[in-house]
């Protein structure tokens, strides 16, 4: 008989009352390891005794998952004075915590290196044991960021295919971050919560309404920890924000205004199809949506202005600029939805500006609100006015709110908006309106003179160290709370886009929601953008 030790190399082990491992009870037990298939031995040996290299055994009839067994060795401190299983985690019995967790980095351009692997990786010293990109340029990438960090990128598995990474080393992992196009964001994390996996995934966590319910619904039922990057819900700002407002400082709130510099959208006919960048795998880049050709306007970025794979400005920034109003107004679902300005777009991409308006009850403590959302283009600026590789509009382009033109007249020394901006926020009070910026920073009353003299609400709100740093110790703690968890981000997701479902009628046509039942109750034909059918072969 074997036992396995770190995975690499089987050692001999002999059965019978005579071996010297053996002690006083004569349990028949099971070895378990993190990862990899069970081993069965008939030893006269106790529970949770320590053997050698690493192992431990614990009875057959006690079922454990990893997060039980993580707690049980914690209590086990003293009888276990070090454990590896196989490459990469190392369980502490002192802490009952992973040392290092085995990480996926799913989607490697843009956050997914600059952000994931550089936060994760880089900073906090975890384990990168694969990468999954279609485009094998990215590969490349990330094989000389290994090298620039003095890493062994031989060590990294590559795949094309995360349906084939999680079949090939679904056991082996411990976290799962995902930094894709919105259309893969749902699925890749559903299948890592079906393997049992913590999951990172960049806003929005989904690219429909009714895949946000399921992810919410997986989160709950898997118990792993997950957590939605956006990083101003784990800043102090928004926090300020929701104490300030909470305490009733400019009173009920009664609208808001967030706008972005985001033209994520487009007009006319889809450019002609050409063949897809060397290395890239294009039938894997498409995934669950529908199949098309490669063509230009697509990729790297601006596959956030299709319907098929984005979400338009409102997918880009919304996550971010709305998670404000959304936690520090206590929204659930709104009643209805309405755009009253678009421009541009066409049957399959979004527009290139819009002002849409959501309508929400009155909730609690909180008096019924309208939320609007102003991005991109204004309706006097030409497409010309749009630049750079983020598609963001400039200057006297941009879609802004009145309000904030009219705020900037009478308080010309406050630096409420200016073109290096992402974009920012306004809440309208009855006594007052407060200020944010993107996530949540600059966050105070305007102007600066009142918010000095307004005393500063207590902190009533717990603050995470930072978003990647939260979520990791989460995974090592095998702890499933985190600073923006699915619970949470799917909610955020939800509620921005059901600004998408505006943008696919016309200007002044109310969508109206019912979100209980999760469904447009006068303009049926919409709820076809609520939940979206998979390509053949791409389910969990």
Known sequence: MECVRDGRTPLPLASGS?????????????ARYLRGA??????????LTPLWDGCIFIPMTTRLNRRSFLK?????AGALTAARFLPGPNLLAETGTIDKLNCVQIG????GLSAHIAEAIGKHGQNLYAIVDPDESKHKAVHGWMKGKNLDPDKVQMFTDYRVMFDKIGKNIDAVFIATPNHHHALAAELAMHHG????CEKPVCHDIAEARKLRAMAAKTKVATQMGNQGHCEEGYHRLCEYIWSGAIGKVTETHSWTN????????????????AGML?????????????????HPHEWHGWFDFGNGSIGNMGCHLLDGVFWALKIDHPISIEIEQKRGGSDERYPLGSRIRWDIPARGDMCAAKVYWYEGLNEKASESDIAGSLHAARGAARNLPPLLVELQKQYPDEELYSDRSDGCTLYVGEKGVIFTDTYGGKMHIVPWDKMQQTPKPPQTITRPKDIFTDFIEACRAGKTETAASFEYGTRLTEFSLLGNLAQHVGVGQKVEWDGPKMKVTNLKDLNQWVERKYRKGWNV
Not at 197 to 200: L, T
């Open 72 to 76: 049980r060795t914690a209590l086990t």
């Open 197 to 200: 996996k913590n999951v990172y």
């Open 262 to 277: 985001r033209a994520n959208g487009g007009a006319g006919p889809r450019p002609p199809s050409k063949p897809a960048p």
């Open 38 to 47: 069970p081993t069965l031995f008939s030893l006269p040996i106790s529970p």
């Open 108 to 111: 490697c351009g843009g956050r």
């Open 282 to 298: 294009w039938d894997s880049w498409i995934g669950p949506a529908p199949y098309r050709d490669f063509h230009d306007d697509l």
């Open 18 to 30: 005579g071996t010297s491992r053996s002690s006083l009870c004569g349990h028949r037990v099971q």
